[in-house]
């Protein structure tokens, strides 16, 4: 069966309120959220210091037109993402996580959701200014997208937020290549706050 043609992902990046839950493409932690008291009843002892302990470990920041997702548990942890909609479909045209961990200090992990409809290559390059900064590899195919996940050298991530124009380069099934922009409002904001994060645990342990 034919896969109809991907609408051309508008200029402008969809506001906060459009923006749909990230397709989770790995894994992710998760603090348990707490459990409901019945009303009236007083919560058990240490119940309010617990959960605040709890919500110190974890952080949800929107900075600009990006998500930072931030957790403290078997180490420091963070995810930087921001999801592009089709204005005309209302799809994921594009969605892109940044990984970063303590113990991983010269490296992100970088993964890609690109739409269904174009055509499959090996790779597909993350664009800076029309220079390639990391080819991604494909990793498999689902009903949301293609995936795409590879390793990347913070610094080639880190010199991206000094570009105006960034995206991934993906290719139509006629052979065209189409470029699917990100916003960069909030990136040099969001790589900032995640580096930092991270940091306070590597200080504080040596």
Same mark, same amino acid.
């Given at each position: 069966?034919?896969?109809?043609?991907?609408?051309?992902?508008?200029?402008?990046?969809?506001?906060?309120?459009?923006?749909?839950?990230?397709?989770?493409?790995?894994?992710?932690?998760?603090?348990?959220?707490?459990?409901?008291?019945?009303?009236?009843?007083?919560? /058990? #002892? =240490?119940?309010?210091?617990?959960?605040? *302990?709890?919500?110190?470990?974890?952080?949800? &920041?929107?900075?600009?037109?990006?998500?930072?997702?931030?957790?403290?548990?078997?180490?420091?942890?963070?995810?930087?993402?921001?999801?592009?909609?089709?204005?005309?479909?209302?799809?994921?045209?594009?969605?892109?996580?940044?990984?970063?961990?303590?113990?991983?200090?010269?490296?992100?992990?970088?993964?890609?959701?690109?739409?269904?409809?174009?055509?499959?290559?090996?790779?597909?390059?993350?664009?800076?200014?029309?220079?390639?900064?990391?080819?991604?590899?494909?990793?498999?195919?689902? /009903? #949301? =997208?293609?995936?795409?996940?590879?390793? *990347?050298?913070?610094?080639?991530?880190?010199? &991206?937020?000094?570009?105006?124009?960034?995206?991934?380069?993906?290719?139509?099934?006629?052979?065209?290549?189409?470029?699917?922009?990100?916003?960069?409002?909030?990136?040099?904001?969001?790589?900032?706050?995640?580096?930092?994060?991270?940091?306070?645990?590597?200080?504080?342990?040596?």
């Amino acid at each position: 069966m034919a896969i109809p043609a991907f609408a051309v992902l508008a200029a402008t990046a969809a506001s906060a309120t459009d923006w749909l839950s990230p397709v989770p493409l790995r894994q992710q932690s998760t603090i348990p959220a707490q459990g409901g008291q019945a009303k009236g009843k007083p919560e /058990p #002892a =240490g119940a309010a210091n617990q959960q605040a *302990a709890l919500d110190k470990r974890e952080t949800n &920041l929107d900075i600009g037109a990006w998500k930072l997702h931030c957790l403290v548990d078997q180490q420091r942890k963070c995810e930087l993402s921001q999801r592009r909609i089709d204005n005309t479909s209302k799809t994921t045209a594009l969605w892109i996580e940044i990984d970063a961990t303590e113990k991983e200090d010269s490296v992100y992990t970088i993964s890609l959701l690109t739409p269904l409809g174009m055509k499959i290559t090996q790779t597909t390059p993350l664009m800076g200014d029309n220079k390639v900064a990391v080819a991604i590899p494909i990793i498999s195919c689902v /009903p #949301a =997208g293609c995936v795409h996940r590879a390793m *990347a050298p913070r610094q080639a991530i880190d010199g &991206l937020v000094s570009l105006r124009n960034i995206g991934a380069q993906v290719m139509t099934q006629n052979g065209q290549p189409l470029f699917l922009p990100l916003d960069t409002s909030g990136f040099l904001e969001g790589l900032s706050k995640m580096k930092a994060f991270l940091n306070v645990d590597i200080t504080r342990g040596r």
